[in-house]
């Protein structure tokens, strides 16, 4: 609710430190799940995504697992810098005539202490 | 390519008042979308488009309207502005297929008074 809204999860790390932010996804028919970034006062911007067909696929400097038994999708930043501070949002989307549709997580608040 | 742009960036409304947001992509994808984002919280789809000529309601579609004419334009409208719209708004496109990102504009920050 929008309670829960307010009160994001947060994750403090170090830079050069690893980071996992986690997902919990609400659709057992998603087809296709997308982690995004968000910066202070910009769009989301894409980071990976993953069909429901795998369960891990690996990017420059991340890694998206994806548990579809217990609906759960995690994105793991290696070496974390301090330009990765920012929201970071997982999205569902049903696939086929629905790609347009994402229906998006409440998101993490990640901040990178040099 | 300038990708998807929207205008304008920020404004105020009076309740009752209407307003069009202006969403505008040069990438040629069919797919076009409308989100809303309220503070703290993940964006809520308002309404999309998988063509010209072609809408449908997304989760939170009461007081907007939209239509799509060219495929480059997706105009969303508010009828009557409530508070309760406050918010961003953010467009989308993408190509509708697996494994294409979907890319997102600057957004509009919308005060309702």
């Known amino acids: 609710g929008e309670s829960v809204g307010l009160h994001l999860p947060t994750l403090s790390v170090q830079e050069g430190d690893n980071s996992i932010i986690n997902c919990a996804y609400s659709?057992?028919?998603?087809?296709?799940f997308i982690w995004y970034k968000q910066e202070s006062g910009k769009g989301p911007q894409f980071i990976i995504d993953?069909?429901?067909?795998?369960d891990k696929r690996q990017g420059q400097r991340v890694t998206v697992l994806l548990n579809k038994t217990v609906k759960h999708l995690s994105l793991q930043i290696a070496a974390t810098q301090p330009g990765d501070s920012a929201v970071y949002f997982c999205a569902e989307n049903l696939g086929g005539t629905s790609y347009g549709k994402l229906t998006f997580g409440q998101g993490t608040i990640l901040t990178v202490h040099p | 390519n300038a990708g998807v742009t929207q205008t304008p960036k920020f404004q105020v409304l009076k309740t009752g008042q209407s307003m069009t947001l202006q969403c505008a992509q040069d990438?040629?994808?069919?797919?076009m979308s409308w989100y809303r984002q309220d503070p703290g919280m993940g964006l809520r789809l308002i309404h999309y488009s998988v063509g010209a000529g072609i809408t449908d309601q997304g989760e939170v579609p009461n007081g907007y309207n939209v239509s799509r004419s060219t495929t480059e334009d997706f105009p969303l409208r508010l009828l009557s502005a409530a508070p309760s719209q406050t918010s961003v708004y953010f467009c989308?496109?993408?190509?509708?297929?697996?494994?294409?990102?979907?890319?997102f504009g600057p957004g509009t920050r919308l005060t309702v008074l």
């Open positions: 990438m040629n994808h069919e797919y």
């Open positions: 993953i069909r429901s067909n795998m």
């Open positions: 659709n057992s028919a998603s087809d296709y």
């Open positions: 989308a496109s993408t190509k509708g297929y697996a494994g294409y990102e979907q890319f």
